[in-house]
C-alpha cells in the first residue's frame, strides 16, 4: 500500500534562512510519480512539482528546489533564502501506476511559518 | 487558461440535512475531476474522481455521493450531514488521460455541521 509521511508537523523560521521540508514514501510499484502542493492560508493549493520515479535529477526553481533519492524513498523540498510569503502548509503526494495514478495519497503536510 | 470554481464558499448547515456542492472547471475538455476532503489540521482525502460524463469512483464509503452531469461538472451532495461531514471540500481536475498529471485545485469550500 502506498504511503506518504512529512514527519515535521510545523516548522518555524526566521526570514532568509533555508528550510528542508522532508517527505518519505512507500510504494511497492516501480512507476510512480510525486508532487509537492502549497497551501496559503486561502486554502487553495497550489502546485508546485511533479517528478516521476525514473527522474531521480534535482530540480532547482528559483529560491525552490527538490532532491528526490530514490534509495532512501525521500523527496525533499528546501526553500532557499525563505520569505514570509512562503508561510503555508505544503503537501507531498504520490500517485501509483496501479490505480491509472488517479489515487494520489497526500501526506499530513508541513505547515511553515516564516517570520520577519 | 483554465479556471476552477466552487461554491458556496462557506456553508453552515444542520446535522440531517442535504448538501450540494458544484465544481466547474473552464477553459478545457474532458478533465478528470476529482473531490477532496482535509479535515482541521490534516491531509487531504481523495472522495471521488471522474474520467468523464457519469463515470464516478467512489474511495471511501460514506454518507456522499458525486455526480459528474456535464463534461466540466461535477457535484458533490448528501442526503443527510453527519457532524464528520464538516471540513474543507476541495475540487480538482488534471487534463485528461491517466492521473498521473498534475491537478489543480479549486478555492474549496468550508462546510461546518451543527
Known amino acids: 500500500a502506498q504511503k506518504v509521511t512529512q514527519a515535521q508537523t510545523e516548522i518555524s523560521v526566521v526570514e532568509k534562512e533555508d528550510v528542508t521540508l522532508d517527505c518519505v514514501y512507500e510504494?511497492?510499484?516501480?512507476?510512480?510519480?510525486l508532487f509537492w502542493y502549497k497551501q496559503p492560508p486561502s486554502g487553495e493549493l497550489v502546485f508546485l512539482i511533479r517528478r516521476n520515479s525514473f527522474d531521480e535529477q534535482n530540480e532547482i526553481s528559483g529560491r525552490y528546489s527538490w532532491n528526490f533519492q530514490k534509495s532512501t524513498s525521500s523527496f525533499n523540498f528546501t526553500i532557499t533564502a525563505s520569505q514570509v510569503v512562503d508561510s503555508a502548509v505544503y503537501f507531498c503526494a504520490l500517485s501509483e501506476t496501479n490505480t491509472g495514478g488517479f489515487k494520489t495519497i497526500f501526506g499530513a503536510g508541513t505547515r511553515l511559518f516564516v517570520k520577519a | 487558461s483554465q479556471t476552477i470554481h466552487q461554491w458556496p464558499a462557506t456553508l453552515v448547515q444542520p446535522v440531517g440535512s442535504p448538501l450540494s456542492l458544484e465544481c466547474t472547471v473552464e477553459g478545457t475538455s474532458n478533465p478528470n475531476l476529482y473531490w477532496y476532503r482535509q479535515a482541521a489540521g490534516r491531509g487531504l482525502q481523495l472522495l471521488f474522481y471522474?474520467?468523464?460524463?457519469?463515470?464516478i469512483s467512489s474511495e471511501v464509503p460514506q454518507n456522499l455521493s458525486a455526480s459528474r452531469p456535464q463534461d466540466r461538472q461535477f457535484i458533490l451532495s448528501s442526503k443527510k450531514l453527519l457532524l464528520s461531514d464538516s471540513g474543507f471540500y476541495l475540487c480538482?481536475?488534471?487534463?485528461?488521460?491517466?492521473?498521473?498529471?498534475?491537478?489543480?485545485f479549486g478555492p474549496g469550500t468550508r462546510l461546518t455541521v451543527l
Open positions: 471522474s474520467v468523464g460524463i457519469g463515470q
Open positions: 480538482a481536475w488534471s487534463v485528461t488521460g491517466t492521473g498521473y498529471n498534475e491537478q489543480f
Open positions: 510504494t511497492r510499484d516501480t512507476t510512480y510519480y
